[in-house]
C-alpha cells in the first residue's frame, strides 16, 4: 500500500482544475483527499503559482487506474507550469471541496472536454452534433442558452453552407460572433483574429512553437499572436490573433467547415476569448478588458487605500480579521459600465508615474512584499501603448521616483523627417531620401494616431525606414508595428547590429533621443544592409541591452532586488526574449501572472501607491 500524490502547480487560479479535484472526492474505488498549496515566496496571499493536489492510498494496480483516470481528465490549462505524482508519508489533504469562483466558471471551465469532445465534435461520431449532450465530467451542457439548445446538426450545416455561397454569416446563437472567409473592415489598433477550423494544417499557415500549440489546444482556448508562413498567398497583414473552437456550437462548425476544406475563417465580435503574452517564459494574460464581468478574490497584504476604480475595474480590500495585521481579501471586478476614463487616468501627464507605480506594486504583490513597508528596492519596467512607457524605481524607503519615459513622437511624417533632417543625422538622412526615394514617400505619407510615446509608434516608423511597407497601400502604424516584429522574428542570426538608444537629460527625467536611434537605422540600411529581419531584430536585441546597462546604473545608485515587467507591448515576443536574455541573467525578473499585464493590475496596484496626483475618488 502506498500513499500518492498528484500535483498540478499552475501560474493562477484555473477553476476547472478545482472542479475536477472536487468531483475526484466521488472515486469509489479509493479513499481520496484532495486540497490546494499556495507556493509563492512568503506564503501569506494569493498572488503567484498554486498547486491542486489529489492524495490517495491503495495497491499499485489501482494507483495506476487512477493515474490513468487523473491524466485523462486533467486537460491542459494555459497556466499549467509543473505537474507530478510523488509517494508521501501521510496525506494533507481533506474531503472540504475547493472554492472556485462560480463567475470564473462562466468562460474559464471548458464547454467540452476528452470524453465529450469526441462525441459532439467529430463527424464520424453518431452523436456528431449533439449540443445538449450531457457530460458527467466538464457538464459543459449548463453553459448552453436555450437557443444553443435549440440547434440541430442541420442548422449548423446550413449556417456553414451561407457562409461558403451568401458571404459573412453572424452566428445570433453565439454571441453575434461574426464569421467570414475575407479579411473584416477593422477599426484603428484592432489585429485581424481567425478562427482555427482545421488544427491538422496550423503548421502550413503559420510558424508556432510547441508552446504555442499547447496553449491553442489549451482549456482556456486563448488567442495567440502568430505570424503567418513566409509569402503566404492569401495571409497578408504581419502577424494574426488566432484561437481554436471554444464553444459546442463553434466546435461542430468548425468541423462542418473543415469536412468543406475551409482551414480558418476571419472573426469578430465578443468572442470573450483572453489574449496572452509570453513573457519571462510562461503565459501571462494582456488584458481582461473585453471579457466577461468577472470577479477575482486573494489574499492580499494590507494596501494604503480601500477601494479604486480604473478604467472599468474596481480594486476593494477588507481585512480578513482584526487580530490579523496587514492581510485582508481584495476583490477585482470588471464593471461592465464603466469602460471610460478615471480620475488616475486623467491627472497621469507625461510628468506623472501613477500608472507605472501601480504597475510596480501589482507585480510585486507575486509573492514579494506582505506590506507596503516591504515594497523597496525595485524597478518597473512598463511598456505600453495605453499609457505612459517608463522606468520607475523605488529606493529602500518605497520612494518612487522616475527615471525614463519615452518621448512623444511626432504625429506625421514630414515632421518625423524634418526633425531629422534638423538634426546631426541630416546627412544619412538626405542619403536615404536620395536612396530610396519610394520609402521616402511613404514616410512622408505616415500618420500617427493617439498615445505616440511607445515602442508601437517607433517600430512603425522604423519599419518604413528599413522598407517593409511594399505595396502601395497605406497602412496603419499598428500594421507597421506588427510587420517590424514579425519581421524580427524571421532573423536566427547570432549577430546583429547595434541600435543607439541614447538617453537625454531633462529637466525631471531621462527620455530618448529617437533621432538618433533611427539616424543609427538609417546608417545601416544607406551602408547597404539590406537584410530587413537583422535589422528589425538588432532594434529589440539592443534595446534590451540597453534598458540591462540602464537597470545596472539603477542598481549602483539604489540596490535592485526586483524588477517587475508589465505593459501590453509585452506582447513582442522578440523583445521579451531579448529582456529575459539581457536583463535575467543579472536580475531577478517578475511577472505577477494571478493579474493582467496591463488591466486589472493597474487597478489593484493603485490601491498602492502613495497620494501624489492619484485621486482618491478615481
Known amino acids: 500500500m502506498k500513499n500518492i500524490r498528484f500535483d498540478f502547480t499552475c501560474s493562477r487560479q484555473v477553476p476547472l482544475y478545482a472542479h475536477l479535484c472536487n468531483q475526484y472526492l466521488n472515486y469509489d474505488a479509493l479513499n481520496i483527499n484532495i486540497g490546494c498549496d499556495a507556493q509563492h515566496h512568503l506564503g501569506q496571499d494569493d498572488f503567484g503559482p498554486i498547486t491542486y493536489f489529489i492524495e490517495a492510498k491503495g495497491e499499485q494496480a489501482q494507483l495506476e487506474q487512477l493515474a490513468d483516470a487523473i491524466a485523462a481528465d486533467f486537460l491542459i490549462s494555459t497556466w499549467l507550469i509543473d505537474s507530478g505524482i510523488n509517494v508521501i508519508d501521510e496525506p494533507q489533504g481533506s474531503k472540504i471541496l475547493l472554492p472556485y469562483s462560480q463567475s470564473d466558471s462562466h468562460h474559464a471551465i471548458a464547454a467540452f472536454c476528452q470524453q465529450c469532445y469526441p462525441l459532439i ?51 445570433a446563437a453565439a454571441d453575434e460572433l461574426q464569421l467570414s472567409l475575407t479579411p473584416f473592415d477593422l477599426p484603428l489598433g484592432e489585429r485581424p483574429q481567425l478562427l482555427i477550423c482545421n488544427p491538422n494544417t496550423l503548421n502550413a499557415h503559420f510558424c508556432l512553437n510547441d508552446a504555442q500549440v499547447l496553449a491553442l489546444s489549451s482549456i482556456e482556448k486563448p488567442l495567440i499572436c502568430a505570424r503567418p508562413t513566409q509569402e503566404h498567398d492569401k495571409l497578408s ?274 527620455s530618448l533621443n529617437w533621432c538618433k536611434t533611427l539616424g543609427t537605422v538609417l546608417s545601416f540600411r544607406v551602408a547597404g544592409n539590406d537584410d530587413p529581419s537583422q535589422l528589425a531584430f538588432a532594434m529589440q536585441d539592443s534595446l534590451a541591452d540597453y534598458l540591462a546597462n540602464w537597470l545596472e546604473h539603477i542598481d549602483l545608485n539604489i540596490g535592485v532586488h526586483n524588477i517587475a515587467l508589465a505593459g501590453n507591448d509585452l506582447a513582442n515576443e522578440t523583445l521579451c526574449k531579448r529582456i529575459r536574455l539581457r536583463l535575467g541573467k543579472n536580475f531577478p525578473l517578475v511577472v505577477n501572472r494571478s493579474l493582467d499585464l496591463d488591466g486589472d493590475n493597474l487597478a489593484v496596484g493603485a490601491l498602492y501607491v502613495k497620494q501624489r496626483k492619484l485621486n482618491e475618488q478615481a
Not at 449548463?142 to 435549440?150: F, V
Not at 487616468?345 to 506582505?370: C, M, P, Q, V, Y
Not at 510615446?453 to 500594421?479: C, F, M, P, R, V
Request: net charge neutral.
Open 121 to 171: 465534435g467529430d463527424n464520424q461520431s453518431a452523436k456528431f452534433g449533439t449540443l445538449d449532450l450531457v457530460c458527467p465530467c466538464c457538464h459543459g451542457e449548463m453553459q448552453l442558452t436555450p437557443a444553443q439548445k435549440a440547434l440541430t446538426l442541420s442548422d449548423i450545416k446550413t449556417m456553414a453552407q451561407g457562409l461558403l455561397t451568401q458571404g459573412p454569416l453572424t452566428l
Open 237 to 510: 497583414a504581419p502577424l494574426y490573433d488566432i484561437c481554436f473552437a471554444y464553444s459546442r456550437v463553434i466546435l461542430v462548425l468548425t468541423e462542418v467547415l473543415r469536412q468543406r476544406g475551409v482551414d480558418w475563417v476571419y472573426i469578430r465580435g465578443q468572442h470573450n476569448r483572453s489574449k496572452l503574452a509570453w513573457v519571462e517564459g510562461a503565459w501571462a494574460q494582456l488584458t481582461s478588458y473585453d471579457l466577461p464581468p468577472i470577479t477575482k478574490q486573494f489574499t492580499a497584504p494590507e494596501p494604503l487605500r480601500d477601494e479604486i476604480s480604473f478604467l472599468g475595474f474596481k480594486a476593494q480590500w477588507q481585512a480578513v480579521k482584526k487580530s490579523r495585521a496587514h492581510q485582508g481579501t481584495l476583490t477585482v471586478q470588471i464593471d461592465p459600465l464603466d469602460k471610460g476614463e478615471t480620475a488616475i487616468e486623467r491627472l497621469a501627464s507625461a510628468e506623472d508615474h501613477s500608472i507605472t507605480d501601480a504597475a510596480l506594486f501589482a507585480t510585486l504583490l507575486n509573492g514579494k512584499f506582505t506590506s507596503q513597508k516591504q515594497a523597496k528596492n525595485a524597478a518597473a519596467i512598463y511598456l505600453s501603448h495605453s499609457h505612459p512607457s517608463q522606468i520607475v524605481t523605488c529606493d529602500n524607503k518605497g520612494d518612487t521616483a522616475l527615471f525614463f519615459a519615452l518621448p512623444t513622437l511626432p504625429d506625421n511624417g514630414y515632421e518625423i523627417f524634418h526633425q531629422l533632417d534638423s538634426s546631426p543625422q541630416k546627412a544619412v538622412a538626405q542619403k536615404f531620401k536620395s536612396l530610396f526615394p519610394e520609402d521616402y514617400l511613404k514616410l512622408l505619407s505616415l500618420k500617427l494616431h493617439g498615445r505616440r510615446d511607445n515602442l508601437q509608434s517607433l517600430w512603425a516608423i522604423a519599419a518604413i525606414l528599413i522598407g517593409l511597407n511594399k505595396d502601395e497601400e497605406t497602412h496603419s502604424q499598428e500594421w507597421l508595428s506588427d510587420a517590424l516584429m514579425a519581421t524580427a522574428m524571421r532573423y536566427h542570426g547570432a549577430n546583429a547590429p547595434r541600435i543607439d538608444y541614447p538617453l537625454t537629460k531633462g529637466e525631471a527625467h531621462r
